[in-house]
């Protein structure tokens, strides 16, 4: 093994130490003394390698999310025009199918992921401006070009609401996790089945929503 080599198996040690740390303790209750003594490394290290406890608990984030940003390359761009509300909803139901799909896939850092997701919505770490730049931000800018091919005119506060709407159910979704998980998705249903019927009933929603703005637009 090169030098090079053993740096870089160091480093992702201490990343995927870290990552079980943060999910299981949240950023305050976690100490870069712990996720070293946890890796079997020297405190210097993360110095060396990350430069502070906020910019590990950030490249954490990155390294969990990967599988999210490979699988949705198109949300850092932008969306294809539609030809009709038919297809902007049926788009819309793609988006969040896929959105569902990949934060519920069984990758090894998927409870890490979840766990990191919901410390963050109830107890905010100071990392946070951060993390909304690098995930958060350019989402947020994809779906405000995607509804806007929907209703050009669509005012800003009605915007932010059917987007903040659109999160929160998605939010909901991903707590498949006892017992929130038969109450989401009953017993004997499928989980395909589960996941059509709900994306199509969602983006239904926001359909019926854009049609009233057109209607008071006319």
């Known amino acids: 093994m090169t030098g090079h080599d053993g740096q870089e198996k160091t480093r992702n040690r201490i990343l995927s130490v ?33 430069k502070s406890k906020e910019l590990l608990y950030f490249e954490v984030h990155k390294l969990i999310n990967l599988h999210l940003t490979e699988q949705m390359p198109w949300a850092n761009g932008e969306p294809e025009p539609v ?9 819309l139901q793609g988006i969040i199918s896929g959105i569902l ?9 998927s409870v890490c992921r979840r766990r990191l997701f919901s410390q963050e919505m109830s107890r905010p770490s100071k990392c946070l ?21 929907a209703c050009t005119n669509l005012p800003e506060k009605r915007l932010n609401l059917m987007i903040v ?11 498949l996790v006892p017992p929130w ?14 996941l059509a019927d709900a994306t199509s009933l969602l983006a239904h929603m926001l359909r019926r929503e854009i049609e009233d703005e057109l209607k008071d637009a006319q």
């Open 18 to 50: 870290a990552a079980m740390l943060f999910s299981e303790k949240g950023f305050e209750g976690t100490s870069v003394r712990m996720i070293c003594a946890k890796a079997g490394v020297n405190v210097s290290l993360v110095n060396y390698y990350f």
């Open 83 to 91: 030809r009709s509300l038919d297809e902007w909803e049926a788009r």
């Open 101 to 109: 799909k990949v934060h519920l896939t069984k990758d090894k850092y």
């Open 129 to 149: 401006p951060m993390l909304m730049e690098y995930l958060y931000n350019p989402f947020k800018a994809y779906l405000e070009s995607f509804f806007r091919l």
């Open 165 to 175: 709407f659109l999160m929160n159910q998605v939010i909901g979704f991903l707590r």
């Open 181 to 194: 998980d038969a109450i989401i998705c009953p017993g004997g249903l499928a989980f395909d089945d589960w």
